[in-house]
């Protein structure tokens, strides 16, 4: 656990039955003192105004960066990720064919259609285990580590310049924080686009895991690494920027009042709103990356050469982008609305004590 004194949260702002009368005679003290002339402490500004519930105390609350709050935001990562990854996975498995084979799946209802005949209504669901799996551990690496990297650039720079390139620190916490969860990732991704395309190369996970090693060796699992860190790392760092952005936009110009007056179920409406706003973003700026993923998984000994050459240029840019836009809309805004449910429903506040609504 670490030392309060490295916290962003000054220490005194947190009470508790052993220690809430000393830290209150040290707030009036440095409230007196702040202001030598005043006559009286200021006795009009309660303790509850400035004291929050300590996190330590049992139903309080976790304390902000202790290992439960790590826990917890991985939890959260876990949830908002691998959940909603699976449920789109009929939208996914199209998208793969999509850009693997566009004669044959030339638009989203013909390629539902030519899926539905194929497969039938059980086929929509094909490659779920590895999305399910796969992402789960992507998100708990990159929510939990998306909190740990933003804590210590924030330490590094110092609280007036986390103040002044807030932008900045949340960019480079959620990309270091997308290369660790997209090692996580990887196995899961080119098993899953290896099902999903190929009918017949296996029925999941637990076929399609060992003949994907049999067939492309250990090291195959992570070929498609560098792409995937193409896709994602652009993706994460729009996904937590724009969807900051969005959110505080919308609580100026489209809501009447401030948020902290809003309903519960009012801000997490918001927060699917700007989720799916950001998502828009996040597809186009990931989206060559995304077709070079599903060609290397797909394509034995293929090459990101290999795949320009077929593919061509506007093609990265440009094949299956409609129904990514779609998808990725539905799931960064599902993500950010399933993880803001897990945060304000529940009577145990975390991420929010510090006034960082959305940053876990």
């Not at 005679?25 to 500004?45: E, F, G, V």
């Not at 850009?99 to 989203?108: C, E, L, N, T, V």
């Not at 110092?158 to 916490?173: N, S, V």
């Not at 700026?285 to 797909?298: E, G, K, Y």
Request: proline share 6%; aromatic share 12%.
């Amino acid at each position: 656990m670490e030392s309060p004194k490295h916290s962003l949260i000054p220490s005194f702002l947190y009470s508790s039955s052993s220690s809430s009368s000393a830290r209150s005679l040290l707030l009036d003290q440095m409230l007196t003192n702040s202001n030598p002339k005043s006559p009286s402490p200021p006795t009009m500004l309660s303790q509850k105004n400035f004291l929050i519930a300590s996190p330590t105390e049992p139903g309080k609350g976790i304390e902000m960066y202790s290992p439960a709050f790590y826990a917890a935001c991985t939890f959260g990562g876990i949830l908002s990720c691998g959940l909603t990854h699976m449920t789109v996975t009929p939208l996914d498995l199209v998208k793969c064919n999509m850009q693997i084979d566009p004669a044959k799946y030339k638009s989203i209802s013909s390629g539902f259609g030519v899926l539905l005949k194929e497969q039938g209504a059980r086929g929509f669901f094909r490659g779920w285990v590895p999305t399910l799996l796969g992402y789960s551990a992507q998100g708990a690496c990159k929510f939990g580590f998306y909190e740990f990297f933003k804590k210590y650039y924030s330490d590094l720079a110092g609280p007036d310049y986390t103040a002044k390139y807030k932008t900045l620190i949340y960019l480079a916490g959620s990309a270091s924080a997308e290369i660790i969860a997209d090692v996580a990732l990887c196995p899961f991704e080119a098993v899953k686009v290896r099902v999903q395309t190929q009918p017949g190369f296996a029925r999941g996970m637990s076929d399609g895991f060992p003949k994907f090693i049999k067939s492309e060796g250990l090291g195959g699992l992570y070929k498609g690494i560098g792409p995937l860190w193409g896709r994602q790392i652009p993706y994460t760092m729009m996904k937590f920027a724009s969807f900051e952005t969005i959110v505080e936009m919308i609580y100026k110009y489209a809501i009447p009042r401030p948020k902290d007056q809003c309903s519960k179920g009012l801000q997490l409406g918001v927060s699917f709103a700007g989720g799916y706003v950001a998502g828009v973003f996040c597809a186009i700026v990931s989206h060559p990356a995304d077709n070079l993923v599903s060609f290397l998984n797909n394509a034995r000994g293929a090459t990101v050469g290999d795949a320009v050459k077929k593919i061509g240029l506007l093609g990265l840019f440009t094949r299956g982008l409609p129904l990514r836009i779609v998808m990725i809309g539905t799931l960064t805004g599902a993500q950010w609305g399933i993880y803001d449910a897990f945060k304000v429903f529940p009577n145990h506040w975390w991420c929010c004590s510090s006034g960082c609504h959305h940053s876990c």
